[in-house]
Structure formats: structure tokens, C-alpha cells
């Protein structure tokens, strides 16, 4: 049973424009949330994170919006860029679980100029 | 600061071999965990170790073991390898506190293929 969804497994944006990236979850005990960036033959970066007492999280272009009722999360990045092209992937960590993250299947984004 | 190193970057084995996997942190990070990625399972969390104790464990069998030593180094260790074993395993560092989720930095992984 996958607790970490991302339900799309690719998605294709101009250059410029408002990249969305969904998440779902069905765990009520995460409390923190995260997005990472893979790019082909290296490990995933850390972009953003969240916690559950907030709804918004913003760094630079990347935002991530939490719904809590809703188990839901998104990240928008404004304006894309062709280097954003790579898999992202949400994650969640439940309640004193510390690093113990559990990873949604990843989009991957492309971008294009 | 060196990144999150892995070695060996590629591995192949036969079924029924063990496989033992390294990763040097962060300088200064004591947290070390390890993922294993498949295409049909995504990534999903084998174990973190905390200055030399495990911390957390995932849901996996026992076949699947790490530790890790005085200077935060970590190996994870796979006996009995099967061919669902094939997989990248990935490392990541953190400075970790207790219970808290940190930046994981995670090394670009060892690809493992059991034949």
C-alpha cells in the first residue's frame, strides 16, 4: 500500500511558465513533507520542505503548498527553467520518525525551451 | 566539504552471493541511511544508523544489515542475494538531531545487478 502517491508519472512545461508538481498522501501521521530533484546518475537533492503547521513554504522559485484536510501537496516552481528537467519526488516523515523518509514514485519533469 | 561517497559505484553478483556496500558521509554528519530504489518500488528506506546504532528501520528482511563505525562511515550488507535484490542503493547524510528530519544529502548510489 503506497502512503506516498504522485499520480503523475511525467510532466512537460514551456520554459517560463508555472510547473505543478502533485503529491498525495494517506498516512495522518506524517507531519513533515519534502521534495527532492534527481537528476540521471546522481543522488536526489533536497529542494524544499514543509511542516505541518504550515500551510506554504516558499524558497526562490519553488513553493510548496500543503493541504493537510485534503492530504495533499504540491510544488510550484516559477518561472521553469530547461535545468529543472529531472525527477522529483515527495517525501514524508511521520511523527519522531526523524530521517526515516517515506518517498512518493516520482515525476519527471521536462521542460522545454 | 567532499559530498556523500559510495563504493563500489557498480556491482554484479549471482544469486545466493552477499554483497557488502560502503558509504563515507559528510564530514562532520553522524546520521547515515540508506535507500534502495527499484522501478517497481520506488525508493524505500532500509535503515539510518546514529553514532554506530541503528535508529530506524525499514520494512525489510533480515537478509539486509548495515552498521556503522566511530568515524560515521556506514556499509550495509545483503546476504543470500536474490535477483529482486537488483537495485541502486543510495546513501544520505545528515547532521541529524534527534527525532528531527534533516537535509539529507544523499551520495549518487551503487548500482547492483544479481544475476
Known amino acids: 500500500d503506497q502512503q506516498v502517491k504522485q499520480n503523475s508519472p511525467s510532466l512537460s512545461v514551456q520554459e517560463g511558465r508555472i510547473s505543478i508538481l502533485n503529491c498525495d498522501y494517506t498516512n495522518s501521521m506524517f507531519d513533515y513533507f519534502l521534495w527532492y530533484k534527481k537528476y540521471p546518475a546522481e543522488g536526489p537533492t533536497f529542494l524544499i520542505s514543509?511542516?505541518?503547521?504550515?500551510d506554504k513554504n516558499e524558497d526562490g522559485r519553488f513553493t510548496v503548498f500543503l493541504n493537510k484536510s485534503a492530504k495533499h501537496l504540491s510544488l510550484h516552481i516559477v518561472p521553469s527553467q530547461p535545468g529543472d528537467s529531472a525527477v522529483y519526488f515527495c517525501a514524508a516523515s511521520g511523527i519522531g520518525a526523524g530521517n526515516m523518509l517515506t518517498f512518493g514514485g516520482g515525476t519527471r519533469l521536462m521542460v522545454k525551451p | 566539504k567532499a559530498g556523500v561517497t559510495q563504493t563500489p559505484r557498480y556491482l554484479i553478483k549471482t544469486r545466493g552471493q552477499q554483497v557488502t556496500l560502503s558509504c563515507s558521509p559528510i564530514s562532520g554528519h553522524r546520521s547515515v541511511s540508506w535507500y534502495q530504489q527499484t522501478p517497481g518500488q520506488g525508493l524505500q528506506f532500509l535503515f539510518e544508523y546514529f553514532s554506530e546504532t541503528q535508529r530506524n528501520k525499514g520494512n525489510f528482511p533480515g537478509r539486509f544489515s548495515g552498521r556503522q563505525f566511530s568515524n560515521s562511515r556506514s556499509e550495509m550488507n545483503v546476504s543470500t542475494l536474490e535477483l529482486g535484490d537488483s537495485a541502486l542503493y543510495l546513501c544520505a547524510s545528515s547532521s541529524s538531531r534527534q527525532g528531527a528530519v534533516d537535509e539529507q544529502f544523499f551520495g549518487p548510489g551503487t548500482r547492483l545487478t544479481v544475476l
Open positions: 514543509i511542516s505541518s503547521i504550515k
